[in-house]
């Protein structure tokens, strides 16, 4: 039999503190068991390496979570879940609870589970400057990167194997002839059935990436299965707003295939790496293995994934520095470190570091 929400968390916070007798702890464990959304509140407050000092900084985290899902629209057939003032204070109290009894304070790590009557919905969020792996119920592994959200509901692996995705992820997918999993990432959605890619849909940035490693994946755009995109492994597919564009590529460890109009809307550029990393993988996919990489790339975006892994802002203040593309591969510490090289290297821009941010010019 369920136990009560409090009677949870005052198990949870005597587990951290190591004074659980055998009856609680067996209480604790078969409540994990038998529920998928206390077991993940359980891992989030039990194995987190993120502290806040501010009870305020974990109420920011949740609101902003809260803003999140009143965006999203949801699949059809779903109930709408409504995350309301009720559902935000019990979360805030359920948290706030651990943290009084516990006597520490320990961040949820942007997971917020939500229940109704008839689904649950999961978010997890990853902040700007971190990374995190996710193990899906059907085992499948996701690496988020800074600053990315994913979404997916309680029948994940049931009845069904649909995220939802802003943000940047990488995905090893396990196979399920049955059940293809689905990611929705802005306008694009990727079906598969068992394989590795990436994609980047960033909410900032105007195009949606995705790179496939292994395996075969299908593409396609506002939910047109009319014309799907079969991509083969080393195949890149970006989608951007229709706009006039050179038909040529200057990246280096790629090759040019193609580019055509999809609608009044969009365009798609096909690309293949031909070159790789020493871990065999390409550039666009090296942030998962913590390795930086910029190949020809124009400074705009450089400065968006640099944002994004620093958790840093940047201005430009110079316009002729729009024409500056980048290129290398950084595992610095610090942003400071990683503009310093850019520049011995023949970056041609000054900068400097102030309490609004990092300033280019």
């Known amino acids: 039999m369920p136990i009560e929400d409090n009677r949870f968390y005052e198990l949870i916070a005597k587990y951290l503190r190591q004074d659980i007798n055998d009856e609680e702890r067996d209480t604790l464990f ?69 943290l009084l009894i516990i006597g ?43 600053g990315s959200v994913i979404q997916y509901s309680s029948t994940f692996g049931k009845k069904d194997r649909n995220i939802i995705l802003s943000g940047e992820a990488y995905f090893t997918v396990t196979k399920n002839s049955t059940l293809p999993m689905v990611v929705e ?20 940035e105007p195009k949606v990436e995705t790179v496939l490693v292994e395996g075969k994946v299908q593409l396609y755009i506002n939910n047109d299965k009319s014309e799907l995109h079969t991509m083969a492994p080393g195949d890149i597919i970006e989608i951007a707003p229709r706009k006039p564009a050179p038909l040529t590529d200057n990246n280096h460890d790629t ?80 942003v400071e470190q990683l503009l310093s090289i850019l520049k011995i290297t023949g970056a041609t821009f000054e900068y400097r570091i102030g309490k609004d941010g990092i300033t280019l010019y």
């Not at 529920?35 to 000092?53: A, N, Q």
């Not at 109420?59 to 629209?73: E, G, P, V």
């Not at 990432?185 to 900032?204: C, H, M, P, S, W």
């Open 255 to 334: 090759t040019f295939l193609s580019i055509k109009k999809i609608n009044d809307d969009f365009v798609l550029t096909k690309k293949h790496f031909a070159n790789t990393q020493e871990q065999g993988l390409p550039a666009a996919v090296a942030w998962k293995d913590d390795i930086l990489v910029f190949d020809n790339e124009p400074l705009a975006s450089a400065i968006s994934k640099i944002e994004k892994w620093y958790n840093v802002e940047i201005n430009v203040t110079n316009p002729t520095l729009n024409t500056l593309r980048i290129s290398g591969t950084f595992e610095e510490d610090s």
């Open 30 to 98: 078969a409540e994990i068991a038998s529920d998928e959304g206390r077991r993940i509140v359980f891992d989030k407050l039990t194995k987190s390496s993120k502290k806040t000092s501010a009870k305020e900084t974990l109420a920011f985290k949740y609101a902003r979570l809260q803003d999140k899902i009143s965006q999203t629209s949801p699949h059809v057939g779903e109930e709408v879940i409504r995350y309301s003032k009720t559902t935000r204070t019990f979360w805030w109290y359920a948290a706030a609870s651990v």
């Open 104 to 146: 520490i304070t320990t961040l949820f790590y942007g997971n917020l589970i939500l229940k109704n009557d008839s689904i649950t919905t999961i978010l997890v969020e990853v902040p700007k400057g971190e990374k995190k792996i996710v193990t899906m119920p059907d085992g499948t592994q996701i690496w988020l990167n800074g």
């Open 185 to 204: 990432a802005k306008q694009v959605k990727v079906e598969v059935l068992g394989t590795i890619f990436n994609i980047r849909a960033y909410e900032d």
